[in-house]
């Protein structure tokens, strides 16, 4: 097909070919028209879900093996962007082994409440940390000649009624928090597809969104790739493609092309639109044959399986290590006798359900894998509970007391079965099932030196676990290497580095869209606004069981000398890590900026920027990290765009968003925003311009603010400064009219506007 020239090419071909070219072949695969191949799209994002036989969506239909890499809430919880694309180099090789053009993801939806089903396939609450990682999961992908997909786009933040309810968000939260991931992305990373979703934003399908696949992805942002549609998220083709959208997936047998084709002739839908959307799907086919022309020999099981055991051990956060005794309960030593109590221990929760379930090419076995690194020792193992309700639990809970009690430690496995969090459905509740805190309770009871780990998609309610158990490793999700990572967590053969990408809280009531969660009548009331995550526990000064950016390590760290500087970039801050520990670590350094005396509603800090750094003991080490300017703006709803104020910035660096170490302040040049006035902006607005003040006086006297106030008992400064102008027509009693404040304002204007180019 090679060509240089896909408009051409598009041109050429006849409106039922272009109507063609945007719609599937079938489940998992394009049309070919003419000399455009066919294109194979399949699911991520930690796998490669490649059906040849039967597909679905679900994840129902075998597929074939492939690596099972750590889901997005394990691997986002290494904050590695160097690691992350490592992983998503190695998702293009095997996509390409397989002979897949697209792999679906990575997905970049905000967890905006931790009973979003969906959330074990998303990095973090946060868009600075997920538009970080999530670049170079597509930059790692994409340098082997497969394409991504950014998904889901957009706001699309809950399971229940997914194909239907609105997300109703204002315009500063959609921009902030739910379109700034995906900004960062398109802009630094160039993704082959973008992936609409299935939800309506302010009651527009989003496949039918016009502003948001035309205005701001392709005309804001530069966006030059394909849309495609969630899997059967098109309500209607016709209005879909004339919106922005490209490529309606699965195929639907040809009906939706006739649609197309029937309104071009009808005059309904403009035939330019047509001939665009089909040229970017040619665009597409042409960098998958670029693709297909490298070396797509099998990969190699073993090595990819290394890999995911080296990312999985990133991936553990240590919540909790207290001492019992002279030391604390982790590292493990080798050769001391361990109770191994849990389910998962021998049967790994690794992995979410639904479209990115992946066939694995092997998992590690934790209890195996425990036993491997302790040979001399006696592990015993006991299951303690069952996922499915079945069996005796006071028998099983007995036979796991003993087995701790006779041990001089005990590991218990803990979490939530796949029935229990899903894609397609939202939780109810974040409690880890009553049966295991049970279990937890008595094993501790019996043995003082006892080790949470825990399995999960989504957050859990872990007050009850911190105050029973001395040491915690949160494992979330970690593919199906988990197994050897955890094992080498607990020995000490890797350092535990990882931080919470999501804040534990107390309670669920606690959590910002509590009351407004999942919805109800088809609508999904963003209530809380910018306030999502460590924002909205921050604002309130509300506690919480651990913080966002938490992790502990077998060593310590300290941080000093903070220096700042500001420049055309934005914020540069170097500060000096050191390890005053005995363990070689990985520090993950924080950066979160606070803007004190803002003009504009701001959460109290936010994440800008943050750096991992390797140190042996004792060892110092200046870090760098350039909080990009662009970062630094808010975005304004009466300019429509970005906006840097001016004014002093605090940066604060820190081993979690509750952990800070050092902090600075540096003043920052602001975007000049000069605003139009008119008759409804307020007198105090309008006496800020310059001039503005002698002008009005001219026309009509100023109340007198100090004899008013000491007559009225009131501030007639500030309850004149809320008035809009116009109203001074009816207060002057005629010695003003509406012509004469259209003038002024005009003339204000335009001497504002002078100014502004002098």
Request: proline share 5%; aromatic share 6%; with cysteine.
């Amino acid at each position: 097909m090679t060509t240089h020239d896909p408009a051409s090419l598009s041109r050429s071909l006849s409106r039922a070919e272009q109507a063609a070219l945007g719609s599937g072949a079938d489940f998992w695969s394009t049309k070919q028209v003419g000399s455009v191949p066919s294109l194979v799209l399949t699911d991520g994002p930690h796998g490669v879900r490649r059906q040849v036989g039967a597909s679905d969506h679900l994840g129902i239909a075998g597929s074939e093996p492939a690596t099972c890499f750590p889901p997005a809430v394990g691997l986002g919880q290494s904050w590695d962007t160097e690691l992350v694309g490592k992983v998503g180099r190695a998702l293009g090789v095997e996509s390409r082994a397989l002979d897949v053009d697209v792999l679906l993801g990575p997905g970049v939806n905000i967890k905006r409440d931790p009973r979003c089903g969906r959330n074990f396939e998303y990095f973090s609450e946060d868009p600075h940390l997920t538009g970080t990682l999530a670049t170079s999961w597509v930059q790692g992908l994409q340098s082997t000649g497969v394409g991504a997909s950014l998904k889901h786009f957009a706001a699309n933040n809950t399971e229940h009624d997914r194909m239907r309810s609105s997300s109703d968000v204002a315009p500063r939260p959609l921009r902030e928090i739910y379109l700034r991931a995906f900004q960062a992305v398109v802009e630094r990373a160039q993704p082959w597809t973008v992936m609409c979703s299935y939800n309506r934003i302010n009651g527009t399908y989003a496949s039918e969104n016009r502003w948001l696949l035309t205005e701001v992805l392709r005309d804001e942002w530069g966006f030059d790739g394909v849309v495609v549609s969630d899997w059967g998220a098109v309500q209607d083709r016709v209005k879909a493609v004339a919106a922005g959208l490209d490529l309606e997936m699965p195929g639907s047998g040809g009906g939706s092309d006739a649609d197309v084709v029937e309104a071009v002739e009808a005059g309904t839908l403009d035939a330019v639109v047509l001939e665009r959307a089909a040229a970017r799907t040619v665009a597409l086919a042409a960098k998958a044959e670029i693709g297909r022309a490298r070396d797509a020999a099998p990969f190699d099981p073993e090595a990819h399986h290394a890999l995911a055991r080296a990312a999985a051990a990133q991936c553990v956060v240590l919540l909790k290590n207290d001492a019992v005794g002279a030391e604390p309960v982790l590292p493990l030593t080798a050769g001391r006798s361990l109770a191994v109590i849990g389910e998962f221990a021998q049967a790994p929760r690794y992995q979410g359900g639904g479209s990115s379930h992946v066939n694995p090419t092997r998992v590690d076995i934790p209890l195996d894998e425990i036993r491997a690194l302790s040979p001399d020792a006696e592990v015993t193992f006991t299951a303690g509970f069952t996922t499915d309700g079945t069996g005796d639990a006071a028998a099983l809970r007995d036979e796991a007391v003993r087995a701790a009690g006779a041990a001089e430690t005990a590991v218990v496995f803990l979490g939530l079965a796949a029935h229990q969090e899903s894609e397609g459905f939202d939780r109810e509740h974040i409690e880890l099932p009553a049966e295991q805190l049970e279990l937890l309770a008595d094993v501790v009871c019996a043995q003082p030196r006892t080790v949470v780990v825990l399995s999960h998609g989504g957050v859990l309610r872990l007050a009850p676990v911190a105050e029973l158990a001395p040491a915690v490793l949160d494992g979330a999700l970690l593919g199906q290497a988990g197994g050897g990572a955890l094992a080498d967590v607990l020995f000490g053969r890797v350092n535990p580095s990882a931080r919470l990408t999501e804040t534990v809280p107390v309670r669920i009531q606690d959590t910002p869209a509590y009351l407004d969660f999942p919805g109800e009548h088809g609508h999904v009331a963003y209530g809380e606004g910018l306030f999502v995550g460590y924002r909205w526990y921050d604002a309130r000064d509300i506690a919480v069981t651990y913080p966002f950016g938490h992790g502990l390590s077998y060593t310590s760290f300290a941080y000093t000398g903070l220096e700042l500087s500001a420049g055309a970039d934005g914020i540069t801050a170097q500060v000096t890590v050191t390890n005053t520990g005995e363990r070689t670590g990985r520090e993950v350094v924080q950066f979160y900026v606070a803007k004190s005396g803002s003009s504009v509603v701001r959460p109290v800090q936010e994440l800008k920027g943050h750096v991992g750094v390797t140190l042996a003991p004792g060892e110092s080490r200046q870090v760098t990290v350039t909080l990009d300017r662009p970062d630094l703006a808010y975005w304004d709803t009466r300019a429509d765009r970005w906006i840097v104020e001016g004014g002093t910035y605090e940066v604060r660096v820190a081993a979690s968003s509750r952990d800070i170490r050092v902090s600075a302040s540096v003043e920052v040049t602001g975007d000049e925003l000069v605003l139009a006035l008119t008759v409804d902006s307020t007198l105090g607005e309008v006496l800020a311009a310059p001039g503005a003040a002698e002008i009005l006086g001219a026309l009509m006297p100023m109340p007198q603010a100090e004899a008013d106030s000491d007559v009225l008992g009131i501030d007639m400064a500030k309850m004149m400064a809320s008035i809009p102008v116009r109203r001074l027509v009816s207060f002057a009693a005629g010695a003003v009219t509406q012509a004469d404040l259209d003038k002024i304002i005009d003339q204000l204007n335009t001497a504002r506007a002078a100014s502004s180019q002098a």
